[in-house]
T-cell receptor, first 111, second 114 residues
Framework: RKEVEQDPGPFNVPEGATVAFNCTYSNSASQSFFWYRQDCRKEPKLLMS?????NEDGRFTAQLNRASQYISLLIRDSKLSDSATYLCAVNWKGSNYQLIWGAGTKLIIKP | DADVTQTPRNRITKTGKRIMLECSQTKGHDRMYWYRQDPGLGLRLIYYSFDVKDINKGEISDGYSVSRQAQAKFSLSLESAIPNQTALYFCATSVGTGNSYEQYFGPGTRLTVT
């Protein structure tokens, strides 16, 4: 089993819809969690850190479920510009706090 | 100006050639990383460095070497390039203290080995 897993998609979603995807992690000692966005052939960019209490930034909401060992990303009122690949990343003390990456979920927003 | 820069941005080279990819950062971060990305495989860590005197192998270090010339500079070398090293290469940085350790990426180098 991979340490961090994501559904590769693609998720094809009409503009304006709400979409959610999850990222599961295997190490229960994981400490920090992140969502990154990557556009085609570009570098990953930090979208959100994920806090225990959950956090929201505009149309984006990230949540952490420690009991089931996953994080989620919810995008409301999706825009064409949200089309991208969304990567999750996790770290823990035993990994020297390196980020362990999921392979990404591709999101395509259709007009 | 970009906080993390990579040169070159694109490179085509022949099998057996030595090539160096360079990374510079102005973020003042202690930690630097080299990744490669292949379609469908996600990011794979090649080497990472916690400071100038600390270099560590990642999951796919064979065929690569690195040099941390200064806090701000971290270079990746392919001693004898082979076609399966064709990939998109990213440099990244992070802080070395605290609880977060989120990483910040350079724009990438697209390397093709023919």
């Amino acid at each position: 089993r991979k340490e961090v897993e994501q559904d590769p998609g693609p998720f094809n979603v009409p503009e304006g819809a709400t979409v959610a995807f999850n990222c599961t992690y295997s190490n229960s000692a994981s400490q920090s969690f992140f969502w990154y966005r990557q556009d085609c052939r570009k570098e990953p960019k930090l979208l959100m850190s994920v806090y225990s209490s959950g956090n929201e930034d505009g149309r984006f909401t990230a949540q952490l479920n420690r009991a089931s060992q996953y994080i989620s990303l919810l995008i409301r009122d999706s825009k064409l510009s949200d089309s991208a690949t969304y990567l999750c990343a996790v770290n823990w003390k035993g990994s020297n706090y390196q980020l362990i990456w999921g392979a990404g979920t591709k999101l395509i927003i259709k007009p | 100006d970009a906080d993390v820069t990579q040169t070159p941005r694109n490179r085509i080279t022949k099998t057996g050639k030595r090539i160096m990819l360079e990374c510079s950062q102005t973020k003042g971060h202690d930690r630097m990383y080299w990744y490669r990305q292949d379609p469908g495989l996600g990011l794979r860590l090649i080497y990472y460095s916690f400071d100038v005197k600390d270099i560590n192998k990642g999951e796919i270090s064979d065929g690569y070497s690195v040099s941390r010339q200064a806090q701000a500079k971290f270079s990746l070398s392919l001693e004898s390039a082979i076609p399966n090293q064709t990939a998109l290469y990213f440099c990244a940085t992070s802080v070395g203290t605290g609880n977060s350790y989120e990483q910040y990426f350079g724009p990438g180098t697209r390397l093709t080995v023919t």
